[in-house]
């Protein structure tokens, strides 16, 4: 089934293409066809762009790289060695995508680069081969290369009807990949990985794939655009096409427009090309990087959402702008002629758009500051989709084997040795410092222990990925609450579903979550964004995200903490709800009243090492255990 978005984006397509087909029946001047042409290969780029940056939070500033290889391999064969103008194009894409995994696998594998880092690193890659390009008389030398018009455009009315299709075409295959990604599977995870990547990962999201996947896609439809700029240009220079004004460009496009949507670009670099046009054609040329800057500076301050969502907002009071702007000059026609009025009439929408602002945060629903959320006991859901399968009781599900990990000359843990089994509640304790949380992140695979072994359910996890040991059955949560704040409560939760053991389409996996919403109680706020929720909500929300990934065992990092008595009676509630439900669960945790209450063991942890471990009441009475952590309050 086609959506309402991909609709509009075939019939836009296919407007524009017969405007382009039939420019001289519709008296269109040829200065129009190469205005499009020029739009179309800005939407191609910034939404290139966006698919890494936007969608996944990886900021490029290498983007010129794509446009440089792909128009060079298109100049350099076409100009100097005669191949056909279409046989270039795939061989732009392919050393484009393999540029793309080049620079990923360098930033994501050897690395992990994030952030400025990242940055400067894509910056790095189009100096590099501008200084390449320049210095190899074999791909210019200084010289430039000459683009012939290949034959086939005989057969369209002018080769600017030919260049404008071709760039339609590759601009229109750019967003319809961009909408694709943006509603399926992988936008989700991209969408994840740009909230919160560790979290992602420990979901289930295999990032590195993912990551690695919108790098290849966004350099293929790089370099595809800068192959079809060539022919656009006429004449490639490393100048031209490794400018590094091009990522500027693209980056103020994408996010006047809104990176998290595959409209944003298209937005952005239809107002950029025509503002930029019309000063030119005013002489104003100079104001270009002025007019460029301001309008980042603005949007960083007062829209870093873009454009899109504003308009979303209110897409009649812009619509209503746009015309009237766009109407009353031309009625007038004391100033400028169509293009000047309409691009008044968009500048206007645009201001007042970002002027009123977006209604999103507002319009979800607003969680109630200290409401008690846990009123009466919904039916548990912890194994769907389908029931959870019986295992043998009290089998063990976690082996320690003599697991350490040291932080440089900090040991963290020393050969802690530790089975949990099957179907119990193990409360993990002990002084600040004592290793808690770093066993929880060996577990969850975010830190890979330095000695020793690691088996859930039989299977060695000690150099599993996270998300791979996602998969074999374990879930976590954060004690300071991790949310995707670009998602709502029940999207966050479909996420564990979409990317956990039993894996569905986002479609189905909505009810599911508002199900394992409903067992923690926050069904009612569903629609809200986790902005909007305070920390018991947030705490609930980890646990319903954590529980819909159908774990065989949950680990609780004080989840518990910075909660009112009566929150943590309520969380203590829900915690022996999904327990009761077959889940087996480590938690950490100071209140040895929730521990009292709750777990059916005790291991205490003392400077990396298992101090004692069994019976809450045995533990809380070794006096040992008094020594060292619990001091006078183990008589209470
Ligand atoms: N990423 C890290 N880098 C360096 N040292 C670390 C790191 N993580 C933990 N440590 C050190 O390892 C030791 C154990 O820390 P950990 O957070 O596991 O203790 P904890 O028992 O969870 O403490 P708390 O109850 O305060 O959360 C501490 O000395 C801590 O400083």
Request: proline letters at 4%.
């Amino acid at each position: 089934m086609i959506r309402r978005g991909g609709a509009g984006l075939l019939a836009a397509f296919l407007v524009l293409a017969a405007v382009g087909a039939f420019s001289d029946q519709l008296g269109l001047p040829s200065f129009y066809l190469i205005l499009l042409g020029s739009i179309c290969f800005w939407i191609a780029q910034a939404t290139s762009w966006n698919i890494l940056s936007g969608y996944s939070g990886y900021f490029s500033f290498g983007q010129a790289a794509y446009v440089g290889v792909g128009a060079y391999t298109t100049a350099v064969l076409t100009g100097r060695h005669g191949v056909d103008f279409f046989l270039t194009v795939p061989l732009a894409a392919l050393l484009c995508g393999l540029l793309a995994l080049g620079v990923g696998a360098v930033a994501f594998r050897l690395g992990s680069l994030r952030g400025e880092i990242f940055a400067l690193l894509t910056l790095a890659v189009p100096f590099i081969l501008a200084a390449f390009a320049r210095i190899n008389a074999s791909i210019d030398g200084g010289q430039g290369n000459t683009v012939p018009i290949p034959e086939a455009a005989d057969s369209f009315g002018s080769p600017q009807q030919f260049q404008y299709l071709l760039a339609l075409a590759v601009a229109a295959v750019a967003v319809a990949v961009a909408y694709g990604i943006q509603h399926g599977r992988t936008g989700s995870a991209l969408a994840a990985i740009r909230d919160a990547e560790d979290v992602a990962e420990v979901l289930g999201v295999a990032t590195f794939r993912y990551k690695m996947l919108a790098m290849l896609i966004s350099g293929v439809l790089g370099g595809v655009a800068g192959s079809v700029f060539a022919l656009q240009i006429g004449f490639v220079t490393v100048e031209s096409v490794f400018n590094l004004t091009i990522p500027l460009f693209v980056i103020v496009m994408a996010v006047l427009g809104g990176r998290t949507h595959w409209l944003g670009p298209v937005i952005g670099a239809v107002l950029i090309v025509t503002l930029q046009d019309r000063l030119s054609t005013y002489g104003l040329d100079a104001w270009n990087s002025i007019i460029l800057g301001a309008v980042l500076a603005v949007l960083v301050a007062f829209s870093p959402d873009g454009l899109y969502a504003r308009l979303r907002a209110r897409p009649l009071i812009a619509l209503g702008t746009l015309v009237v702007v766009t109407g009353v000059l031309g009625v007038l026609n004391v100033w400028g002629e169509t293009l000047d009025w309409l691009v008044a009439g968009m500048l206007a929408a645009s201001l007042l758009a970002i002027v009123l602002g977006s209604r999103r945060t507002t319009a979800a629903p607003r969680a109630e500051a200290d409401e008690p959320a846990v009123e009466d006991e919904p039916e548990v859901v912890v194994s769907e989709p389908g029931e959870r399968v019986a295992v043998e009781p009290g089998k063990v599900l976690i082996e320690c084997r003599q697991v350490a990990r040291y932080f440089g000359g900090v040991h963290a843990l020393e050969d802690v040795t530790l089975d949990i089994r099957e179907g119990e509640l193990v409360g993990l304790v002990g002084p600040n410092g004592s290793g808690k949380t770093t066993l929880v992140n060996l577990l969850s695979g975010a830190f890979r222990p330095t000695r020793g072994e690691l088996r859930v359910d039989g299977r060695d996890i000690t150099r599993l990925a996270p998300h791979q040991i996602a998969h074999v059955g374990m879930a976590r949560t954060y004690q300071i609450p991790r949310p995707f704040d670009s998602m709502t409560v029940r999207d966050n939760v479909a996420m564990a579903i979409m990317f956990g053991r039993e894996p569905l389409p986002l479609r189905q996996a909505r009810p599911i979550a508002e199900r394992h919403l409903a067992t923690v109680a926050l069904d009612h706020l569903a629609d809200a964004y986790p902005a909007s929720l305070n920390l018991h909500q947030r705490q609930l929300l980890e646990m319903a995200r954590a529980i819909a990934s159908s774990p065989k065992v949950l680990l609780l990092d004080e989840a518990l903490a910075g909660l009112n008595p009566a929150e943590v009676d309520n969380a203590v509630r829900v915690v022996r709800r999904i327990h009761e439900s077959g889940i087996t669960i480590v938690i950490v945790e100071h209140l040895l009243r929730v521990l009292n209450q709750l777990a059916t063991r005790l291991v205490v942890l003392d400077r990396g090492s298992c101090l004692a471990d069994g019976d809450p009441r045995t533990v809380l009475n070794d006096p040992d255990v008094i020594r060292v952590y619990l001091g006078r309050q183990a008589h209470v």
